[in-house]
């Protein structure tokens, strides 16, 4: 298909072990985000890519928090010693250019459950 | 700081009622506006935005929406419910210059009563 895809669908894992979630994001587009989508908070942004600019990172909600996107494309998502409010739907997001106009369009997300 | 209040976290409709959900924001200039709609399990899906002039905004599925500046407010609307309009509904704002994220309000739960 032509949207963006995540992986995995589901993640359970123990507190304190490190997880990584994938996001592929439409092809050609230069703009990938990531958001969180947890019960207390609701859907809050993390982390934006545009290009070869430096990421916009004033979404992470913690240093344990890190993502990197390879050769423009591809994003990983890596949360460091997982703790339960970790828990969440992570949802990525890209978008054809960098204005704020461009509609962001959403992959079906990574479910996270930290026991 | 932008921020969406989204009055009513459910809303439940009779088919081929009115739908109305309600959008207001809080920014220090206009932003431009969206809402998204989730289906159940399912990434969110652009529902219609507003990013010009115009007023009233048509996106699919026969909703719309109005912008309205003197009441900071973007609610949406559909003249009549169908069962398969049950779905959270979210409304977002992003600012026209600089950061490009989307501010989210807290989501409504639409359900469609037959």
């Known amino acids: 298909g032509a949207g963006v895809s995540q992986s995995p669908s589901n993640k359970v894992t123990e507190k304190g072990k490190d997880v990584e979630l994938r996001c592929d994001p439409i092809s050609g587009h230069t703009a990938l985000y990531w958001y969180r989508q947890s019960l207390g908070q609701g859907l809050e942004f993390l982390i934006y890519?545009?290009?070869?600019?430096?990421?916009?990172k004033s979404g992470l909600p913690s240093d344990r928090f890190s993502a990197e996107r390879t050769g423009g494309s591809v994003s990983t998502l890596t949360i460091q010693r997982t703790q339960q409010e970790d828990s969440a739907v992570y949802l990525c997001a890209s978008s054809l250019g960098a204005r704020s106009y461009n509609e962001q369009f959403f992959g079906p997300g990574t479910r996270l459950t930290v026991l | 700081a932008q921020s969406v209040t989204q009055l009513g976290s459910h809303v439940s409709v009779s088919e081929g009622a009115l739908v109305l959900l309600r959008c207001n924001y809080s920014?220090?200039?206009?932003?431009?506006l969206f809402w998204y709609v989730q289906y159940p399990n399912q990434g969110l899906q652009l529902l219609l935005k507003h990013t010009s002039a115009a007023t009233l905004v048509k996106g699919i599925n026969g909703f719309e929406a109005e912008f309205k500046k003197s009441e900071t407010s973007f609610h949406l609307t559909k003249p009549s419910a169908h069962m398969s309009d049950a779905a959270e509904y979210f409304c977002?704002?992003?600012?026209?210059?600089?950061?490009?994220?989307?501010?989210f309000g807290q989501g409504t739960r639409l359900t469609i009563n037959p």
């Open positions: 977002a704002v992003s600012l026209i210059q600089g950061a490009q994220k989307l501010v």
């Open positions: 920014s220090s200039v206009p932003p431009y």
């Open positions: 890519f545009q290009g070869n600019s430096a990421p916009d």
